[in-house]
């Protein structure tokens, strides 16, 4: 991957290949949470993402993306460790394809839907923002009407004030959310949020270089330094709520007091595979398979932020049962009580899966977003590589650090009550 500096903390980003039949351009601009509106940010990808001058109604945006062979346009807000992201990502066929010059128009409509929003007299549209604040609010009610999300979400909420504001805008929120903030946010996001853009597929530098700078001017901004957001909690907490559902919903956080820029790495991978990531794992064997205490059970562990989650959908009535065969899983990895065999499949599987990672374009800007991000080469050749020399001992080693810190209960109705 190339990478050209085109102003202070903004930079292009080329990384050519022949894989695929489509170039993928991402924009993808930073500032620390701290720093940042969320609600007005999540505004913000919903009319950005809706329609600009250029293209002012569903229609026009639909003939645009027409005209590029049915590209995919999105515009998406992310969160990684201390990071408010929102990227703006477009997939055009390759031009070469079809004996067109798509590449031109494909960085002609990013600019226009990136630099030119539907903003009149220093408002955006009053009647297209009247209707996302209705969209959003329908669309925040139907997560909460999910009791998998509303329950991952109220875990957030309660586990410690850096999840908490990674968790969904309410609905309060939104209503006093006013245009001024969201126009004020986009405003910050153009001339203070530091930018990389990612160019990924088959293509000539030199002309996709000549085609950003005519199409953007960029300003200096400055340098956001710290990524990772190491979590912690001072002391564990065991939280039940009830609601009119069908289902109790379990979400159990720990914190693995270390991140994918640590050496235990590959190490807290593999025993997070062992533990609840794959079908293979403890926690769907011993839990779903082997007892049938849960309709689904898995864990997923999220590097930039040091925690591991568990969620399941169990009985009520085996709330304390389900709680405490978690548990057990935990302390079996710590003590080394899983097989070398088994050890062996986990490997295989993160090993497969980290390889399938390079067939998708989404999965390789993934992957390059974090080799900038870090400032570290964690590219897919290099993790397989101590993937495969990691052993068992330091699985142990790695798991030991892990602590449960939040067990969050959605009790169905009539139960523990």
Do not use: W
């Amino acid at each position: 991957m190339k990478t050209i500096n085109l102003a202070e903390n903004v930079s292009l980003h080329l990384h050519k290949t022949e894989k695929f039949n489509d170039i993928t351009v991402s924009f993808r601009y930073k500032n620390s949470l701290e720093n940042t509106n969320r609600t007005a940010r999540t505004y913000l990808t919903q009319l950005l993402n809706d329609s600009c001058c250029a293209y002012p109604t569903k229609e026009a945006v639909t003939r645009c993306f027409d005209t590029l062979y049915g590209s995919n346009f999105k515009v998406i807000s992310d969160n990684l460790g201390k990071l408010d992201i929102i990227e703006f990502r477009l997939s055009t066929l390759n031009g070469n394809v079809v004996h067109e010059d798509l590449l031109t128009k494909q960085i002609d409509v990013l600019s226009e839907f990136i630099n030119n929003p539907k903003i009149v007299n220093g408002l955006f549209d009053e009647t297209l923002f009247n209707e996302m604040r209705e969209r959003l609010i329908l669309m925040i009610q139907s997560f909460h009407d999910q009791p998998g999300n509303h329950a991952s979400d109220q875990a957030k909420r309660l586990f410690n004030p850096s999840q908490k504001c990674k968790a969904l805008p309410t609905v309060d929120d939104v209503k006093n959310c006013s245009n001024e903030d969201v126009v004020k946010a986009y405003h910050q996001l153009m001339n203070e949020d530091a930018l990389d853009i990612f160019v990924l597929g088959d293509f000539d530098d030199d002309e996709v270089l000549d085609l950003i700078q005519t199409k953007f001017k960029f300003s200096s901004r400055k340098p956001i330094q710290e990524v990772i957001d190491l979590n912690t909690k001072e002391t564990f907490e065991e939280i039940i709520e009830h609601k009119a559902i069908s289902q109790t919903r379990v979400v159990m956080m720990f914190t693995t007091n270390q991140t994918m820029l640590d050496e235990s790495y590959p190490a807290i991978l593999l025993a997070n595979g062992l533990f609840g990531t794959f079908p293979t794992s403890f926690l769907f064997q011993e839990v779903r398979e082997k007892r049938s205490l849960c309709y689904s059970i898995s864990s997923r562990i999220d590097n930039y932020d040091g925690i591991i989650s568990v969620a399941t959908a169990i009985d009520g009535a085996n709330f304390e049962q389900v709680r405490d065969l978690v548990l057990e899983q935990v302390r079996r990895i710590k003590q080394g009580d899983f097989s070398d065999e088994l050890l062996e499949t986990t490997r295989k599987m993160y090993i497969n899966v980290l390889r399938s990672s390079i067939d998708s374009q989404k999965s390789l800007l993934t992957l390059d977003y974090r080799e900038i991000l870090l400032n570290e080469s964690l590219n897919v050749n290099r993790v397989l590589e101590r993937i495969r020399q990691c052993t068992k001992e330091d699985i142990i080693n790695a798991f030991q650090q892990v602590e449960p810190k939040l067990t969050y209960c959605l009790m169905q109705e009539g139960q523990h009550e």
